[in-house]
């Protein structure tokens, strides 16, 4: 494990999270802009079928493949007979604001400042069907210090960690050997085990502060990889400061 150039990260229960999540929530919140509702259907009726739909597709999902948001919500609204009086990328920003604000995990934001005052270059792999100009402001809001030179949408690439050639994009966008980057992150398959395929050194980190929707079926599966193991940002800030002190430049 060599001191990072770059330290790449996840999104969703890496470095923010999402508190309240109620996709419901966000199909009231989008009932107002609804111009032509051919059917009247309700933000419950239409809530429900979504996440059908949505079940039905994930099959592609879990495969390694990602679908984005805008090819949902077109999709979703034009079979139902709804037609929206905004274009689709604020569609989208009204519905995830109002399904979940968001919020930063415990110490992310001193872990960041931590990292810029070091001068480690950072990025972040998301997997995610939200686009990504919508996990950019997102993330800016969050976290307005960071000096994330990138941020990778699987919605807009296609492929979905823990496939390799995801890694292998950020480390050529870097410009970096992947022995010069870490990679931090909740999953330990698509973060974890994705990261070390690609030769990425990965730091798992397990918040258990908050529940994490998104990784129940992950419970209890531990990496089959060389990694750390870390529950807060206080300590990569305290591995990269012994780092540090034991490797002076």
């Known amino acids: ?27 009231e919140a989008l009932l107002k802009y609804v111009k032509n ?3 009247n259907l309700s933000a419950k009726e239409i809530n429900d079928f979504a996440q059908r739909l949505f079940s039905e597709i994930s099959a592609s999902r879990d495969m390694g493949f990602e679908l984005h948001e805008w090819q949902f919500q077109r999709f979703l609204y034009e079979y139902l007979g709804i037609e929206l009086s905004i274009p689709l990328p604020e569609a989208e920003r009204i519905f995830w604001d109002n399904t979940s604000y968001g919020d930063i995990m415990p110490g992310a934001d001193k872990m960041i400042d931590y990292i810029n005052s070091r001068n480690i270059r950072s990025a972040v792999i998301s997997n995610i069907s939200f686009s990504g100009a919508a996990l950019t402001e997102r993330i800016n809001r969050l976290l307005p210090n960071n ?13 979905r960690k823990p496939n390799r050639y995801i890694f292998e994009l950020a480390l050529k966008k870097a410009g970096l050997d992947a022995s010069e980057v870490w990679f931090c992150g909740d999953n330990t398959v698509a973060d974890i085990e994705g990261a070390a395929n690609a030769g990425i050194f ?15 079926s992950y419970v209890g599966i531990l990496p089959k990889c060389e990694h750390l193991h870390i529950h807060h940002w206080n300590e990569l800030i305290d591995i990269l400061e012994n780092q540090l002190s034991n490797n002076p430049c």
């Not at 494990?1 to 199909?27: A, N, S």
């Not at 000096?147 to 492929?159: L, P």
């Open 1 to 27: 494990m060599t001191y990072p150039k770059m330290i790449l990260f996840d999104y969703g229960h890496t470095l923010l999270h999402e508190p309240g999540f109620d996709t419901l929530r966000g199909q």
């Open 37 to 39: 509702n051919k059917n």
């Open 147 to 159: 000096r994330f030179e990138f941020i990778i949408a699987s919605s807009e690439y296609m492929f």
């Open 202 to 216: 990965p730091i798992w980190y397990e918040d258990l502060t908050y529940e994490n929707l998104w990784n129940k």
